[in-house]
């Protein structure tokens, strides 16, 4: 699975768009973007994935770059309850489903 | 939403000693994992599994480990003679055809070995 750079660490206000980049320069052509956050030692939750088109859900929107080598996890009206770890995460969409390789995410703090 | 259950939440240990750490999958998901978070590091997976055997292993995954789907609910891991180093939380997830591409993790058992 291709690997994938974020910064360590952002800040966002709350009520604010909270912008998290991910870089994934090596992603080959089945290979997914998912997004996922672990708050304070929960299990991993599930936000958004897409492959090459923008995608959006009740949660967040991800944009991806047309060529596919960088995207964007927007949550619209960050709150409080967003502070949270953020893992980027490339996956191919063959036989090993679920085997996510999770690096070090970034550290969203949401504040007042 | 539907969810997947491990049981215990945490557990203290002696070391030597085997653990059995328990997990109920989504119902009709047939794909099932193991990771591992060891404190302040980041998740990593252990195993996957499916149709009664393992698919994937990593190499964390050695012979003190082992996992087994003993009935039609439950998944488990267990760990033969636990060592400080197997301090950490066990993340089990399940993924299923009808739930897209969405693996979705359970909330994890704190293993503490002493």
């Known amino acids: 699975d291709a690997k994938t750079t974020q910064p360590p660490s952002m800040d966002c206000a709350e009520g604010r768009a909270a912008n998290l980049p991910c870089n994934h320069s090596?992603?080959?052509?089945?290979?997914?973007v998912y997004w996922y956050r672990q708050i304070h030692s929960q299990g991993p939750q599930y936000i958004i994935h897409g492959l090459k088109n923008n995608e959006t859900n009740e949660m967040a929107s991800l944009i991806i770059t047309e060529d596919r080598k960088s995207s964007t996890l927007i949550l619209p009206h960050a709150t409080l309850r967003d502070t949270a770890v953020y893992y980027c995460i490339v996956r191919a969409g063959g036989t090993s489903y679920g085997k996510l390789t999770f690096g070090q995410g970034t550290i969203l703090t949401v504040h007042p | 939403e539907p969810e997947v259950t491990q049981t215990p939440s945490h557990q203290v240990t002696q070391m030597g000693q085997e653990v059995i750490l328990r997990c109920v999958p989504i119902?009709?998901?047939?794909?099932f994992y193991w990771y591992r978070q060891i404190l302040g590091q980041k998740v990593e997976f252990l195993v996957s599994?499916?149709?009664?055997?393992?698919?994937?292993k990593s190499e964390i995954f050695d012979d003190q480990f082992s996992v087994e789907r003993p009935d039609g609910s439950n998944f488990t891991l267990k760990i033969r003679s636990t060592k400080l180093e197997d301090s950490a939380m066990y993340f089990c997830a399940s993924w299923g055809q009808k739930s897209g591409n969405t693996i979705y993790f359970g909330e994890g058992s704190w293993l503490t070995v002493v």
């Open positions: 090596t992603i080959s052509g089945n290979e997914y």
């Open positions: 599994f499916y149709n009664n055997e393992i698919s994937e």
């Open positions: 119902s009709n998901h047939l794909y």
